[in-house]
């Protein structure tokens, strides 16, 4: 199953242009309601133009716009924003006509509170029409708004993966200086190994591995996650030949997994981060866990280990000051329609790092009743241990 980014949208809020936007679009719409009321009432009430005018824009608007506040919450600032057209115009058959009933009822009660007279008979007919046309222009104008800013995200999401895979392509060429030469003769070194060094002979041929994973990952553009494991298990046995005993890893992958499609090399900066920056200044060492896992937004991943910790989250994780590894892979899950890292402090002592990597919907439906939230997951200690290498 191949991976498509998904744009994610940013919470909506009033910008200073679209108050702007807004204000002219009802000053606009109360012109023209003023002007038809005046124009079909001039028979019995000519000149009334002004007054009307007065009371539109007094009176009348800005209660629409205090009626229109809940109803853009209710599409723009809740799961509804990401809902289907099909939800969404079910939802406004709903939402007109209680919005255009909340009005009239409260504009013609304010009308009776101040003493004044609005229009009777069968003219109040203007008082439902006009306001459910103002309703449809209105709601239709901002979900284009929105989608249109969807859009824009979207195109500027995919000029950064463009931009990423060409930076990939050109570190790829850079890498392809003749790599044979280097694993032909890690395998000399290798073979002139005597018998009785076999844990040096098998450090070397790991050592190949990560390198021919690594040039193999800067070549594609999504890989099997199973590959992802292999490679960070080879990483990992070159690092615990340095650090011994003081490093421990446990992995906690479903192999139902293995062969999920993803971007390469998101998880390693995640693991060389806790063993450099987390264990190795320990001198007791610690554990490192790799948690991969199904949920309802996707594939969650968590990277947690028990060393020395950080004393404050990176408050932003684009900052120099957060990173390069860290910095790297939150900038190419933000590309990706994930939400980026999130880094928490581990209990006692140690760091989380996580992250939600949408998937299509396809798979999402996959996520079996228990897979549909990601829970914080235990790190066993040295005695539990199921699943090291």
Same mark, same amino acid.
């Given at each position: 199953?191949?991976?498509?980014?998904?744009?994610?949208?940013?919470?909506?809020?009033?910008?200073?242009?679209?108050?702007?936007?807004?204000?002219?679009?009802?000053?606009?719409?109360?012109?023209?309601?003023?002007?038809?009321?005046?124009?079909?009432?001039?028979?019995?009430?000519?000149?009334?133009?002004?007054?009307?005018?007065?009371?539109?824009?007094?009176?009348?608007?800005?209660?629409?716009?205090?009626?229109?506040?809940?109803?853009?919450?209710?599409?723009?600032?809740?799961?509804?924003?990401?809902?289907?057209?099909?939800?969404?115009?079910?939802?406004?058959?709903?939402?007109?006509?209680?919005?255009?009933?909340?009005?009239?009822?409260?504009?013609?009660?304010? #009308?009776?509170?101040?003493?004044?007279?609005?229009?009777?008979?069968?003219? +109040?007919?203007?008082?439902?029409?006009?306001?459910?046309?103002?309703?449809?222009?209105?709601?239709?104008?901002?979900?284009?708004? +929105?989608?249109?800013?969807?859009?824009?995200?979207?195109?500027?999401?995919?000029?950064?993966?463009?931009?990423?895979?060409?930076?990939?392509?050109?570190?790829?060429?850079?890498?392809?200086?003749?790599?044979?030469?280097?694993?032909?003769?890690?395998?000399?070194?290798?073979?002139?190994?005597?018998?009785?060094?076999?844990?040096?002979?098998?450090?070397?041929? +790991?050592?190949?591995?990560?390198?021919?994973?690594?040039?193999?990952?800067? +070549?594609?553009?999504?890989?099997?996650?199973?590959?992802?494991?292999?490679?960070?298990?080879?990483?990992?046995?070159?690092?615990?030949?340095?650090?011994?005993?003081?490093?421990?890893?446990?992995?906690?992958?479903?192999?139902?997994?293995?062969?999920?499609?993803?971007?390469?090399?998101?998880?390693?900066?995640?693991?060389?981060?806790?063993?450099?920056?987390?264990?190795?200044?320990?001198?007791?060492?610690?554990?490192?866990?790799?948690?991969?896992?199904?949920?309802?937004?996707?594939?969650?991943?968590?990277?947690?280990?028990?060393?020395?910790?950080?004393?404050?989250?990176?408050?932003?994780?684009?900052?120099?000051?957060?990173?390069?590894?860290?910095?790297?892979?939150?900038?190419?899950? #933000?590309?990706?329609?994930?939400?980026?890292?999130?880094?928490?402090?581990?209990?006692?002592?140690?760091?989380?790092?996580?992250?939600?990597?949408?998937?299509?919907?396809?798979?999402?439906?996959?996520?079996?009743?228990?897979?549909?939230?990601?829970?914080?997951?235990?790190?066993?200690?040295?005695?539990?241990?199921?699943?090291?290498?």
């Amino acid at each position: 199953m191949t991976y498509s980014p998904i744009a994610t949208l940013p919470p909506a809020r009033f910008s200073r242009g679209s108050v702007v936007a807004i204000l002219a679009f009802y000053v606009v719409f109360a012109v023209f309601y003023a002007a038809t009321i005046a124009y079909a009432s001039q028979e019995f009430d000519p000149g009334a133009f002004p007054s009307y005018l007065r009371r539109v824009l007094l009176l009348d608007y800005p209660l629409k716009a205090l009626w229109t506040l809940p109803v853009w919450w209710l599409f723009f600032r809740t799961p509804l924003d990401k809902a289907a057209w099909s939800t969404k115009l079910l939802v406004h058959l709903v939402a007109g006509p209680l919005w255009v009933t909340g009005w009239f009822v409260s504009y013609y009660a304010l #009308l009776d509170w101040l003493g004044e007279s609005g229009i009777g008979g069968n003219g +109040r007919v203007w008082d439902v029409y006009i306001p459910a046309l103002f309703y449809c222009v209105q709601f239709g104008l901002l979900h284009v708004a +929105r989608y249109t800013q969807q859009l824009r995200l979207q195109s500027q999401r995919e000029q950064q993966l463009q931009v990423q895979a060409h930076q990939s392509e050109v570190s790829a060429l850079k890498a392809q200086i003749n790599p044979h030469f280097l694993f032909n003769t890690l395998n000399s070194i290798s073979a002139s190994v005597p018998p009785e060094l076999e844990t040096t002979r098998e450090l070397i041929a +790991r050592l190949a591995h990560t390198f021919r994973f690594a040039l193999e990952a800067s +070549r594609q553009e999504q890989l099997p996650l199973g590959d992802e494991i292999s490679f960070l298990r080879s990483y990992l046995e070159l690092e615990k030949s340095r650090f011994g005993e003081r490093l421990s890893v446990v992995f906690q992958v479903d192999e139902a997994l293995h062969t999920q499609l993803l971007p390469p090399m998101l998880i390693q900066p995640l693991v060389e981060n806790a063993v450099r920056h987390g264990l190795a200044p320990s001198v007791a060492g610690g554990m490192v866990l790799i948690h991969v896992s199904r949920v309802s937004a996707g594939l969650h991943v968590e990277v947690a280990d028990t060393g020395v910790g950080i004393k404050e989250v990176p408050s932003d994780l684009l900052l120099p000051s957060a990173g390069v590894g860290l910095r790297n892979t939150h900038a190419r899950l #933000l590309a990706l329609g994930s939400a980026g890292l999130k880094i928490t402090q581990n209990a006692p002592h140690g760091m989380r790092v996580s992250f939600v990597l949408p998937l299509p919907a396809a798979a999402q439906l996959a996520a079996t009743p228990a897979q549909k939230e990601a829970e914080p997951i235990e790190i066993p200690t040295k005695a539990t241990l199921q699943s090291t290498f």
